[in-house]
């Protein structure tokens, strides 16, 4: 693998943070892998409507409650397993009496596993479990890409030149977890008052709205925007250790300017995606979608970063992408 890669596990990792890669990687797949079963239970659900013959509407609706069990059965390792950090962290913000970006990821889940399993048990009711194991799966991908370009340099180059980064790195990622933070107690506070509206216009709505906006409400891209620009800029300058000071300065700036990037357009990501969902136009699944797109869209947008030629061979400014 390159030593580019996010992905190559630093030769100086330490015990834990290897430890803590391993169990997010295995948490990660046990909800990839029962996300898809759960989809796949899910299709029967899909394809029910009244215009079905009375005798093939009777043998489809038995095998919806049987597919729903199922998924229930799948959807519960995930919820406990898989998001045990999210329940973690949330419960220590809680304690610490802040809402923490965790919070209102745990109230999505919430929201949207409890009335699933009143209508599995019931018979009756909508059941979003594929929202439930999607919205997880997805959520614990960005944060591992997130921890592997944390921990790909951040804080183990050394040398004065990686210092000049990880300066940079908690300067702007303090800008970045105030804005986060904000905009994480707006949606929440969005979330509970479209689904009061919602419950007075047409309560069929009122669960699914609110569980798009918490849904939408972590700020998982956001979180990424700093973290994978400076590690992006720590792996240029490892390429390239006797990288002049002129271009040093020109790669501090693009990796500032990359990371401003990720973060205003997460934020208008977010913006043009929420009067859809307060509309009843995004639903739980495709609010789960959106978030990962923004997460690899934030990845793939500071990874270019490191692809550029900084050898400072060229003038300052002219560096041009490598060839493939």
Known sequence: MRAKSIFAVPAGLSQADRQQRRHALVRLSLAWLAMMQVMMFAWPGYLRNDGIPADALETLDWAIVLMNWASFALTV??????????????????????????????????????P????????RGEVYFDSVTMFVAFLLTARYLELCARQSFGGAAGGLRHERIEAQRLELGARADRLASRFVMVQ?????????AWAYIDPAHSIPV??????????????????????????????????????????????????????HGSVVWHLLMTPLALAGWVTPWLAAITMLVSSLAVAYNSWRLCRRDWSGDLPPGTALEASP
């Not at 699933?116 to 018979?123: C, I, L, P, R």
């Not at 929440?188 to 009061?196: D, E, M, P, R």
């Open 116 to 123: 699933s399993v009143h209508a599995t048990y019931t018979g």
């Open 188 to 196: 929440v506070a969005l979330a509970l008052a479209a689904a009061a």
């Open 77 to 114: 390792p995930v919820v406990l397993y898989s998001a045990w950090p999210i329940w973690r962290h949330a419960g220590g913000n809680l304690r610490q009496g802040r809402a923490g970006m965790d919070v209102p990821v745990a109230l999505g889940i919430v929201a949207a596993f409890i």
């Open 210 to 263: 609110m569980v798009a906006l918490l849904v939408m409400s972590c700020p998982c891209a956001m979180s990424m925007a700093v973290p994978t620009a400076m590690a992006s800029a720590h792996s240029a300058l490892a390429a390239h250790p006797n990288m002049p000071d002129a271009a040093l300065d020109a790669l501090l700036a693009e990796a500032r300017r990359k990371a401003r990037q990720n973060l």
